[in-house]
């Protein structure tokens, strides 16, 4: 298979009414466990490259360390850059990224239209679809007035036509990490109101302890990728420390019990997402389709 471009895979996941699964990576181990679940399940996958690696190694090396694992898989990917800043999303772009998230949502909603635009309009040129963010999405636990963080759905209207971004991200009672109390149920109808009047794709960050009858509403609703990073965290920590408890043990060894409960999370999600079983064979020609120059 190989690296395709995200627009099919979107398309695919539109017309077969299921979502894509976008995890984050943190280093080699984990950056294996999502290429080896992909490959497990049969299943596409967005490698991203998230704000908690880049800093932690730099975007090029972040970048360079999942392009060579993912290229000696047989896994179909697309990595991603996720919440990028302003630089950041050109230096992507120069790296060689095939599909960018530049995260304006902080920024006051006309500057946000503007500088999305012209990240549209750049990223564009060179055939990489953008996906934007509209609405507030809180820490887990944090105590929040929701009708302040929700996505509006006339401004959602406004902000793709005006921007033209391929993908939305929205927030509808979602959070970033897993809430130790009862999370926020997901504003469904919202969801399909912005479905309505955009007419793209929407994307759900912070996927993590949503529960699944949720997860389904969702993607019949108009989800069609979900990023979820915290509880595959978890499960590569429990690995590790599964390992520790038996004693002293070489750190190789932990990260490599981690690595597989990591693998099996992921696998959930994707089965869950309905993406598992849904890698194409001709993953690797749709890499020629992507264009690299204006």
């Known amino acids: 298979m190989g690296q395709v471009n995200p627009h099919e895979l979107i398309e695919r996941a539109v017309a077969g009414g299921y979502a894509l699964g976008a995890f984050n990576m943190h280093n080699e181990e984990t950056t294996e466990a999502l290429v080896r679940a992909a490959e497990q399940a049969r299943s596409p996958v967005f490698l991203q490259v998230g704000r908690a690696i880049v800093p932690h190694m730099g975007l090029r090396r972040a970048y360079e ?8 898989s047989d896994a179909e990917y697309v990595i991603h850059l996720d919440h990028g800043p302003w630089e950041e999303v050109f230096e992507a772009i120069k790296l060689g990224f095939t599909s960018i998230m530049y995260d304006g949502a902080h920024l006051p909603f006309e500057e946000n239209i503007r500088t999305t635009r012209k990240v549209v309009e750049v990223a564009h040129a060179f055939g990489i679809p953008v996906e934007a963010e509209l609405g507030k999405i809180p820490d887990a636990d944090e105590k929040v007035d929701w009708s302040s963080y929700y996505t509006d759905v ?15 991200a929205v927030s509808v009672g979602i959070v970033h990490g897993v809430p130790l109390a009862e999370p926020q149920p997901l504003d469904i109808q919202r969801i399909k109101d912005i479905k309505a009047v955009t007419g793209i794709p929407l994307v759900l960050h912070g996927a993590s302890g949503v529960p699944e009858d949720e997860v389904r509403a969702a993607m019949a609703a108009g989800v069609h990728k979900f990023n979820a990073d915290t509880d595959l965290r978890h499960a590569f920590r429990a690995g590790i420390e599964a390992v520790w408890q038996q004693g002293d043990r070489q750190l190789e060894e932990a990260m490599a019990e981690g690595r597989e409960r990591m693998i099996a999370a992921t696998i959930e999600k994707m089965e869950l997402y309905g993406c598992a079983g849904r890698a194409s064979a001709g993953a690797a020609g749709a890499t020629q389709r992507l264009v690299r120059t204006p």
């Open 65 to 72: 360390m999942t392009r060579r694992i993912a290229e000696e």
């Open 154 to 168: 006339a401004q959602a209207e406004r902000f793709v036509a005006e921007t033209g971004v391929d993908f939305l």
